[in-house]
């Protein structure tokens, strides 16, 4: 094995530094080190997703195709609202699933104890899945003698690689 050389203090070259191979330290690459211009191809890149899902007027029961994944990723958040909160008995619950199966550890529930325009966050179990698995939402409203909720939105965050 060489001998390593430590240079003690800065350095500055004003030509091209080549190397055999480099290991920066923890936290020495940062955002600000890469150039914007650096044309970093995408499928080196982890994709942040927004998915809303919404329902204009009175909630309805629904099974939503969400997303089909093309690389594995993390399922960071899940949250719902609804513009006018339920009254009554009534409830509309969220289920956010991956191959048919829950990733909650119980489905988000609006009802009338939830605030109008307040998100409710869901309790993920499973945060992780692969390339082509199929998430999907599952909606299900009950009157129960009460006034269902109108406007509702449901949003996952979705964190990706871009190559599969």
């Given at each position: 094995m060489a001998a390593v050389s430590t240079i003690q203090g800065d350095a500055h070259f004003t030509g091209t530094v080549t190397a055999g191979g480099l290991t920066p330290s923890a936290g020495t690459v940062t955002n600000t080190s890469v150039s914007a211009t650096a044309?970093?191809?995408a499928t080196k890149l982890e994709h942040q997703f927004a998915l809303s899902y919404t329902?204009?007027?009175?909630?309805?029961s629904a099974t939503i195709?969400?997303?089909?994944?093309?690389?594995?990723?993390?399922?960071v958040s899940i949250k719902a609202a609804s513009i006018a909160a339920a009254v009554g008995a009534a409830t509309v619950t969220v289920d956010l699933k991956k191959g048919g199966t829950t990733c909650l550890s119980g489905v988000i529930t609006l009802d009338s104890g939830n605030t109008a325009r307040t998100s409710e966050a869901g309790s993920l179990t499973v945060t992780t899945y692969s390339a082509d698995n199929f998430l999907e939402l599952v909606i299900v409203a009950t009157a129960?003698?009460?006034t269902l909720p109108t406007g509702l939105i449901v949003t996952v965050i979705l964190r990706e690689n871009a190559a599969p």
């Open positions: 044309a970093i191809a329902q204009n007027g009175t909630a309805a195709p969400l997303h089909v994944a093309y690389g594995a990723g993390t399922i129960g003698g009460g």
